[in-house]
């Protein structure tokens, strides 16, 4: 394992680590798998924070400098560029699964063309969805928003930021390529060095060269782009200058892709492509029954899912760690290890969790008070920033429990447990709390109310957690692994 990262301080690993003494002293985790966890989580959680505040960065200047309608463009045109994320990610869920069983089963050959087979699936399937933007944007921007001027932000902004779509995906395969070899430090600078980037960039296009929510759009190409010729120089070459080398190569003779290695990559990321997607698409019917109950409630309940997704960050390096650590042992056919590690990584994740919702909840309502300034509805945010304490927490158990899964190629079951949860659970319990027909801007609920969305808010990570708790627990993971090994790594 690198150890780079080791003597860089930094507060985001002393937490971890420090949460993971405690665990060792109380016996649920060893120290040693503790420290390995956190070496691979951290980076991880720190790309996340920096993803987060480019987002957060890209939406304040568009709105510093054009106004709340071409905030309104962004926003409508940000599930359509989620969708990247969301094919780009299952199919790199699958990278991993493949890259850290091949990387401690000493398979070389193997370890490569599972990364350059995975990257040509996804990009067969990122580049028409670019395609389908680029050429119809206005039509798809017009079929979440209804105000003109929004509509309008949004098609420039999608048409512009189509082209990243292929690269953005690629970006995912790389960065779990390296996750899975052991390796989190290294598509942590990368991405999180491209995020710095964008913001600087947009800050010019914007501001400087007054581009608008165009100039947005560019600098979210441009710097996708960078960082995926990063990771093709690295992969390639072996190392970057100021990153060091890289744990995995790329094999450039024929063959790039095989059709087993596509079955593999389509048959363990199918699941997970689904289940992004599906967890994104809801965010559409979920929105407009939140919008019934009036513009105060629709606000909170923005602000409660913001918080959320920023308290969700640690889930990024433990599933991802979880997942690689289990392959890793999985790789080499020790079982009992690799359900060791999957318990004690999912312990840990959750404790951090159970410890980040903890402190957000004492403070909720100074929490609420960074994102509105009006008495009148901060109770109001308050309350649900409070209910979002408790919902996150179980998406840390789900989390934790998905990394397993993922790693041995048993991913149907986070996909079952995240359309339960969403589609069957916490869109109708919603719905309850509405009426039947919608009256823009007034408060139009029925008995249930409110306490529908709390409801709706929670369940929506527990019913996955659940499901996916009960499919890690059984155990059956491990033996659909052995279908996915290396030849020669024999069970234990």
């Known amino acids: 394992m690198s150890s780079r ?9 002393w937490l971890l680590l420090s949460i993971g003494s405690l665990l060792a002293r109380l016996g649920v985790i060893d120290p040693r798998r503790a420290e390995r966890t956190t070496d691979l989580a951290w980076p ?20 510093i400098a054009l106004g709340p309608a071409a905030i309104a463009g962004v926003g409508l045109a940000a ?7 969301a094919i780009g990610g299952g199919v790199a869920g699958a990278t991993i699964s493949l890259v850290s069983q091949r990387y401690t089963g000493g398979t070389t050959d193997g370890l490569s063309l599972a990364v350059t087979t995975s990257a040509v699936v996804v990009a067969a399937l990122t580049l028409p969805l670019a395609a389908l933007y680029l050429t119809v944007a206005e039509p798809l921007i017009a079929l979440v928003g209804n105000d003109a001027a929004s509509i309008a932000y949004g098609a420039e902004y999608l048409a512009v930021v189509a082209l990243g779509v292929p690269f953005a995906a690629l970006n995912l395969i790389g960065s779990r390529t390296l996750v899975g070899a052991d390796d989190a430090w290294t598509p942590m600078m990368l991405r999180a060095g491209g995020a710095v980037a964008n913001v600087v960039l947009n800050a010019v296009l914007i501001f400087g060269l007054e581009m608008g ?14 960082v995926l010729v990063a990771f093709g120089v690295g992969f390639t ?21 095989t059709i087993a290695d596509a079955r593999d990559v389509i048959d363990i990321g199918t699941p997970l492509v689904f289940t992004n997607v599906a967890r994104r698409a809801a965010q559409f019917p979920m929105l407009a029954i939140v919008a019934l109950f009036g513009p105060n409630v629709l606000a909170a309940y923005v602000v409660a899912r913001r918080v959320r997704d920023l308290m969700d960050t640690p889930g990024w390096g433990f599933s991802l760690a979880s997942s690689s650590l289990v392959g890793q042992e999985l790789g080499t056919g ?44 901060l109770p109001l945010v308050t309350t649900f920033i409070a209910v979002a304490c408790v919902s996150v927490v179980f998406r840390g158990i789900s989390g934790g429990a998905t990394g397993p899964l993922r790693a041995s190629g048993d991913t149907r079951w986070p996909f079952y447990g995240q359309v339960l949860g969403l589609y069957v659970a916490a869109i109708p319990v919603a719905l309850l709390g509405a009426t039947a027909v919608p009256i823009p801007y007034v408060e139009t609920v029925t008995p249930l109310g409110i306490g529908a969305l ?11 957690a659940a499901v996916t708790y009960y499919r890690f627990a059984a155990g059956h993971w491990k033996a659909i692994s052995r279908a996915y090994r290396p030849e020669g790594a024999a069970s234990d």
């Open 5 to 13: 990262w080791r003597t860089v301080p930094n507060p985001v690993r």
């Open 44 to 63: 991880r959680i720190v790309t996340g924070i920096a993803r987060m505040s480019k987002s957060a960065a890209d939406v304040a200047m568009v709105g």
């Open 79 to 85: 599930p359509y560029w989620g969708l990247a994320f």
């Open 213 to 226: 929510v165009v100039g947005a759009a560019i600098g979210t190409v441009v710097a996708n782009a960078l």
């Open 237 to 257: 070459v072996g190392w970057l200058p100021g990153i060091g080398a890289f744990p995995v190569t790329i094999d450039r003779s024929r063959p790039h892709a």
């Open 334 to 377: 020790d079982e009992r290890a690799a359900d060791t590690y999957g318990r004690e990584v999912l312990w840990f994740g959750t404790a951090v969790y159970l410890v980040s919702a903890g402190l957000v909840l004492v403070f909720a309502e100074q929490v609420g008070r960074l994102f509105v300034d009006d008495p009148s509805i």
């Open 454 to 464: 709390y409801a709706a808010l929670i369940l929506e990570t527990l019913v996955p």
